[in-house]
């Protein structure tokens, strides 16, 4: 396990820019600002492994409902045969769970949930 502060969490997704999911991610940076001096926890496990727990969590409909980015988060873990980081976020009511590589260099894909699209402004 290692950790990181919300502030390098911030800085790695702020470069994490999918185009469907963009907005999003910088709402959550902007989110996190307030709590740049908080540590996260990363536990690293096989991606294998992640995918098959993820699939599983899909499969409910209150989780699969509540967060955006599923397609970009199964197609990196579907790709991947090593270990990856696994961290959670939460600022207000926004939050994710971050897929990072195993450096902890660049996020990889986010699972987003919070507000509605176009309630931030």
Do not use: N
Not at 70 to 93: M, N, Q
Not at 97 to 113: H, P, T
């Amino acid at each position: 396990m290692k950790q990181l502060t919300v502030a390098t969490v911030a800085e790695l997704l702020s470069v994490f820019r999918p185009a469907d999911l963009a907005d999003d991610v910088d709402r959550l940076v902007v989110a996190l600002a307030a709590e740049s001096g908080s540590l996260i926890d990363v536990t690293f496990l096989p991606a294998k492994e992640v995918l098959d727990v993820y699939r599983y969590r899909y499969s409910i409909d209150e989780i699969r409902d509540s967060r955006i980015g599923w397609e970009i988060f199964f197609s990196v873990l579907e790709d991947l045969d090593c270990r990856v980081g696994l961290l959670s976020v939460r600022a207000g009511e926004l939050g994710a769970i971050v897929l990072v590589d195993e450096s902890v260099e660049l996020v990889l894909a986010a699972l987003i949930r919070g507000l509605p699209r176009g309630s931030l402004t």
